[in-house]
């Protein structure tokens, strides 16, 4: 008989969403009469506006023409003018289209990044963070035993209310892959220029490899914000970058996003990461729907860009409703001004306690803070992804029923 | 610094298509004029039917609609009713919805499929067979060191002309992951039931899981021939089956797969390879396109199977005229009728030498029989994907320029 691989063994309790899906419809099995309001997973909900649409009927409408029908890309990598354009949109000078690797999005090029730092690799992550970076570290072999509250090969790196949810970047140890979020999920907080250029400078000096998490940057409002990791001098020789046209087109069923790896960044052998990277992506991986790269390149031409704009002004506006509400109830909270998020502190309380009480006494579903790290313990993440009638009445239920 | 995952050092030379693709570049580089022709990866080239794109196409309307907008979906494993539509329509009673993964395409799905059984698992592959297999397995750490010819942690089962292209099972080492690709890429050969019953029942005694890989089912027009491995009996407890749109929808760039794990697998613990399943694709997948399952929901309605049909027998047309082609130039070879590839043996020849000869005389390219194993030096694959015109005219070159 044939074992188990023990990386699998090794990953604790269920994926965090679908765990949440479970609680929401026991939740609803139970009180059939409620109304129930998810501001849980985040989640997109308002329908992709009408030029990027356009883009990918375009795409499944050339599929029925002999003319215009493309089956597999002799290579994995997406569309030669979506890498161009997708260089050109969002990082200007910063980065050359062979640097830019099409993909099914951000977490599964999370899950497929790993496999280039093997089982070996040291990784650090913030706390709280985004559950796949962990859960990816435990599967490839680089975590370590579980040890209470976290893995033992894990540094997490702790992101509090009296750090300002930055964190103390001495803590990252020498060699390790740092994975890194901003605007965060879950915490919403954005990094800015000094903060990051610390961190660019620490993974220099340290010898490390960042692996930074831009999915939100379409949310940075704030002109003074970097929107990716290449705004800061010598990025490219220790960081790769993941994104993706989830949130900001509302792509989160179409698939897709965009990793960079530089061509500058290189193991301690000397050897170049983006190689490795096109030879893991043609190996393992197919490349991205072409209907969806036809999406993202009507996506991010100037109309395009316009609808972005347009469709993260309209979360940001839930999320600065949520926000204030939280407020007007005196509860600490971050984020929601340049990202989709809302961080709410109630100290001293278990966030799966808080996550069951709103749901039972507003019927409003959240993530509790817990799912995220030891240190999203006592905060609640409210996503402001969701109808702006849903998110109104969930602010009322909040305001009028949960004390 | 950080070092390179050892594994990507272990995987030899580059993925096979890519370096056929830089060749054929290199060639018409040399040789402006020349018209080349491919059949060499195998890659569709026809449209996609009526039916099935009116499919795509109301997938990609749907998201535009705030009414049947859709984003993730709680789980990666795709649209119940897809998954309920595969299970009636390749399987019968044969397979339950909760045990088909809908996917983005049989090669990702291999790729991580290799996550279960993490490095110390024991791989035994077809030789020749698809690179993937080999690759995925090095990658995962299973595939030992590099031993000139072969891993030396793979157990290559030979599929020659001496055996009728069917392994001898007796080589198939004890616990061992076994990749059996039927009807096979690329020999074209077509398991029959007798045949897999013995490779059902040799797993069982070895206590074997066999991964396979039904990618060319559709092509198969002999009625005596197994479609799918659990058409044989007691294979639910030792097979996982991986399929695809790509081939019989024209699906290669949409990106729609599935991947069947039976609930009654386990691994030596006892424990459910279902279960893990449903972790690892939650876990760093995210689903397919829900465009692509929009289109994949089409094309296995009545209608949708009919134009399923009608391209198999459309790309079968072809492979029958490279077949009797190459049968009247007196080249021994196999498959093109029920499956799209194949199989021709040049003797004593170094297959690259007859791809590049092919290319030469002929500017048509192929696909060198090495670079699917040891096993497939002398042998050089053909595609039947390719416009009827094209493959007219390879065949005319074939008959009058190669001697």
């Known amino acids: 008989?044939?074992?188990?691989?023990?990386?699998?063994?090794?990953?604790?309790?269920?994926?965090?969403?679908?765990?949440?899906?479970?609680?929401?419809?026991?939740?609803?099995?139970?009180?059939?009469?409620?109304?129930?309001?998810?501001?849980?997973?985040?989640n997109t909900t308002e329908p992709i506006l009408p030029h990027t649409n356009a883009g990918l009927l375009g795409?499944?409408?050339?599929?029925?023409?002999?003319?215009?029908?493309?089956?597999?890309?002799?290579?994995?990598?997406?569309?030669?003018?979506?890498r161009e354009k997708i260089a050109a949109a969002f990082y200007k000078d910063l980065v050359e289209p062979d640097e830019v690797f099409v993909s099914d999005g951000a977490k599964c090029d999370i899950g497929r990044l790993q496999l280039l730092f093997g089982a070996e690799v040291k990784v650090a992550v913030q706390d709280p963070s985004y559950p796949v970076y962990v859960d990816g570290s435990v599967l490839a072999g680089a975590a370590g035993g579980w040890e209470g509250s976290g893995y033992a090969g894990i540094t997490y790196l702790p992101c509090?209310?009296?750090?300002?949810?930055?964190?103390?970047?001495?803590?990252?140890?020498?060699n390790s892959l740092i994975y890194f979020c901003s605007p965060n999920n879950p915490t919403g907080a954005t990094a800015d220029r000094a903060q990051l250029t610390a961190l660019v400078n620490a993974a220099i000096s340290k010898g490390c490899i960042i692996i930074f998490d831009a999915a939100y940057s379409e949310f940075?409002?704030?002109?003074?914000?970097?929107?990716?990791?290449y705004e800061i001098e010598n990025a490219k020789i220790c960081a790769i970058e993941v994104n993706?046209?989830?949130?900001?087109?509302?792509?989160?069923?179409?698939r897709l996003g965009w990793s960079i790896v530089p061509k500058a960044l290189k193991y301690a052998s000397g050897e170049s990461v983006n190689t490795d990277w096109n030879r893991v992506n043609?190996?393992?991986?197919?490349?991205?729907?072409?209907?969806?790269?036809?999406?993202?390149?009507?996506?991010?031409?100037?109309?395009?860009?316009?609808?972005?704009?347009?469709?993260t002004d309209?979360?940001?506006?839930?999320?600065?409703?949520?926000?204030?509400t939280l407020q007007e109830m005196?509860?600490?909270?971050?984020?929601?001004?340049?990202?989709?998020?809302?961080?709410?502190?109630?100290?001293?309380?278990?966030?799966?306690?808080?996550?069951?009480?709103?749901?039972?006494?507003?019927?409003?579903?959240?993530?509790?803070?817990?799912?995220?790290?030891?240190?999203?313990?006592?905060?609640?993440?409210?996503?402001?992804?969701?109808?702006?009638?849903?998110?109104?009445?969930?602010?009322?239920?909040?305001?009028?029923n949960f004390i």
Not at 30 to 36: L, Q, R, S, Y
Not at 220 to 229: F, G, V
Request: hydrophobic share 40%; glycine share 10%.
């Open 1 to 42: 008989m044939i074992n188990r691989n023990p990386n699998i063994a090794n990953i604790k309790a269920g994926y965090l969403f679908p765990e949440i899906a479970k609680r929401r419809r026991e939740f609803a099995a139970a009180n059939p009469d409620a109304k129930i309001i998810s501001l849980g997973i985040g």
């Open 59 to 82: 795409g499944a409408s050339a599929l029925a023409d002999v003319k215009t029908y493309s089956g597999y890309a002799d290579d994995s990598a997406g569309f030669t003018k979506l």
């Open 160 to 174: 509090t209310a009296e750090n300002n949810f930055f964190p103390n970047l001495d803590l990252i140890p020498q």
């Open 220 to 229: 940075i409002r704030d002109p003074a914000l970097p929107k990716s990791i």
């Open 244 to 254: 993706s046209f989830s949130k900001p087109a509302g792509f989160t069923g179409v």
């Open 282 to 311: 043609n190996t393992i991986f197919n490349g991205a729907s072409n209907i969806a790269q036809a999406g993202g390149l009507a996506a991010i031409d100037e109309k395009g860009l316009e609808e972005m704009r347009a469709l």
């Open 314 to 324: 309209f979360y940001l506006g839930n999320a600065k409703l949520i926000r204030s």
């Open 330 to 400: 005196g509860i600490n909270c971050i984020g929601g001004d340049n990202s989709p998020y809302i961080w709410a502190h109630f100290p001293g309380r278990d966030s799966w306690e808080v996550f069951s009480e709103i749901l039972e006494k507003c019927q409003v579903v959240t993530t509790p803070g817990a799912g995220f790290g030891p240190a999203g313990q006592s905060f609640v993440r409210f996503s402001a992804f969701g109808h702006r009638e849903n998110v109104e009445e969930a602010c009322r239920r909040l305001k009028s």
